[in-house]
């Protein structure tokens, strides 16, 4: 539990001013201003106006900073620039120039890179360049998926040739055949409007078969039958092919017994799929704000009835009359869920406030025994929410909302610990990282890990984000990084999730805004639910 016990002043998370699309001198005099500034949000600042230019010479700089970024996290300075560099510079006059960028950096951390730089040119009819980086054989595995990756993201045609020949030569490693199979996967989404084309059809079946492959990983072939539900149309998460191949030629499916073999984890009524599941928690200090409305009758000193031996808790157990805040809901609603699990599935429990954190328990995925959830289960417990202070009212839990630190450790989250930078391509998140996220949160980002004191630049309003109480002027701001901004965070979890499909669930309680939630829910092909509305189902689920 963390109190504040003095004033720090904050700038507010208001996402950041639409600027008409001006001269480049202007644009470029603002981008030397900002570049100027040592917080990371305003370098972002900078990069946004000199990509809103439309200039084709933006791109020659924006280049150039990723090959030396002059921000604090090297890493994150290369996502930043690459998102906003191919959101913003989409013309075709740009695209030898992120063909020369790309081209001077072709290690698998720039995937993300090829992947947006060669969307670019597909979508300007230059789709042909990522043909035959998929075809080169000496290409990185993760730059021949980023390419599969950008043609899906431009509904390119080529992907009706592409995609058998790259099913039909799979790599040998299990995770390597699991990064393509990601790709592949979207490629048969991108164009499931031609489902009933002969070409579709000679596309999706050597896809299909790959979930008879005994090499592939089983994630990899939950993913791939988790994209033929959405693609095809379908309710039912089937793991053989031949049902697949029947529906898409218009058969009815024959009964089956390549289900899933496992009991399904359920988090606040949302159902997932997965074996290996991270709960990824809001324990900001807005979670210490009390419940609305009446609270339903529950049990006052334990269950009801007592339960037979074996018998799995439910949501009727959840002791209510010890419910006050957002938090002991959301505790509550874990406990149950921990407790459901089956010991051939591992979890991990992760929190975030200023900073991410996972429980001592779960310092990454442990499977779900017994004495592992007992652990879990006590150490929740003993998170006491603090008294109110300057400028939290409701209570002191873990302080602000940092949201990108928290998907960041969740999508790192392997066996027994935490992959850190280039997760994203790191092989062991693909054999043994989550295939299921439950995502609780009550309110947007406020914070992330990239917060600095600096001066005030008088660009934003003064106040605490998390209670959206102003302050006075001060000289000095404590600022946050970028990755308060929605539309950015929201562009970062697209490169985290961009082969490996993880499944995300989305659980909002409090004043979030459900458009930003239904949308990242929608990049793990997951459900968006508010509290005390049913689940809002994204289209295949």
């Known amino acids: 539990m963390r109190t504040i016990t003095a004033l720090t002043l904050l700038t507010f998370t ?56 002059f921000s604090p996290d090297h890493e994150f300075a290369r996502y930043l620039v690459t998102a906003i560099a191919t959101k913003h510079l989409k013309s075709l006059e740009c695209v030898p120039a992120f063909d020369a960028w790309r081209e001077a950096h072709d290690a698998a951390q720039d995937a993300w890179l090829w992947a947006r730089a060669l969307e670019v040119g597909a979508r300007r009819g230059q789709g042909q360049t990522a043909v035959d980086v998929i075809r080169d054989p000496k290409q990185d595995l993760f730059l021949r998926a980023a390419a599969l990756d950008a043609l899906a993201a431009a509904g390119d045609t080529r992907l009706f040739e592409i995609v058998p020949e790259v099913a039909l030569d799979m790599p040998k490693a299990p995770e390597e055949r699991y990064v393509l199979v990601g790709a592949l996967a979207d490629a048969l989404i991108a164009l499931k409007a031609k489902s009933s084309t002969k070409e579709y059809r000679a596309m999706a079946v050597p896809v299909i078969r790959l979930l008879d492959d005994e090499e592939l990983p089983y994630a990899a072939k939950l993913t791939l039958a988790r994209h033929l539900m959405k693609a095809l149309n379908q309710k039912e998460l089937v793991m053989e092919s031949q049902p697949w191949v029947d529906a898409l030629a218009g058969k009815a499916r024959k009964e089956t017994t390549g289900g899933l073999d496992y009991v399904k984890p359920t988090f606040f009524g949302v ?14 200090d807005s979670m210490c704000k009390e419940l609305p409305g009446e609270r339903p009758k529950g049990p006052t000193s334990g269950p009801k009835t007592k339960r037979k031996k074996g018998e799995l808790p439910t949501e009727a157990d959840i002791p209510w009359h010890l419910i006050e805040t957002r938090f002991d809901l959301a505790r509550e609603h874990l406990k149950i869920s921990l407790q459901r699990l089956s010991e051939d599935q591992s979890f991990c429990v992760i929190l975030f406030g200023d900073r991410a954190r996972t429980l001592d328990a779960t310092k990454g995925l442990v499977p779900a025994k017994s004495s592992t959830i007992k652990k879990a289960l006590k150490e929740l417990d003993q ?19 940092n949201l990108h630190a928290g998907l960041r450790m969740a999508f790192g989250a392997i066996e027994k610990k935490i992959v850190g930078e280039g997760a994203y391509v790191d092989l062991d998140t693909y054999l043994e990282g989550a295939d299921t996220i439950f995502l609780l949160s009550d309110g947007d980002p406020t914070w992330d890990d990239w917060d600095l004191v600096a001066d005030n630049y008088r660009e934003d309003t003064l106040g605490d984000p998390e209670s959206r109480i102003k302050v006075g002027d001060a000289p000095r701001v404590h600022y946050s990084g ?53 689940p809002q189902q994204q289209p295949g689920k």
Not at 16 to 22: E, I, P, R, S, Y
Not at 271 to 284: C, N, P, Q
Not at 386 to 393: F, K, V
Not at 495 to 512: K, Q, S, T, Y
Request: charged share 25%; net charge neutral.
């Open 14 to 69: 208001l996402p950041l001013k639409a600027q008409a699309q001006g001269s480049y001198d202007q644009a470029l005099a603002r981008y030397e201003q900002c570049k100027a500034r040592p917080p990371f949000k305003m370098h972002g600042r900078g990069w946004e106006a000199l990509a809103k230019s439309g200039d084709p010479r933006a791109v020659e700089i924006m280049a150039r900073d990723y090959a030396k970024p």
């Open 482 to 534: 970028p990755y308060v901004s929605w539309l950015l965070l929201l562009e970062d979890v697209e490169r985290m999730n961009m082969f490996r499909e993880v499944e995300l669930h989305c659980i909002a309680i409090g004043e979030v805004q459900m458009a930003f939630v239904k949308m990242l829910a929608d990049i793990g092909m997951g459900q968006a639910v508010q509290m005390g509305n049913r």
């Open 271 to 284: 159902e997932g799929s997965g074996k290996r599941i991270v709960y990824l928690i809001d324990a900001s």
């Open 383 to 401: 998170i006491e929410e603090g008294p109110p202070a300057n400028l939290r009212p409701d209570g002191t839990l873990e302080g602000k909302t």
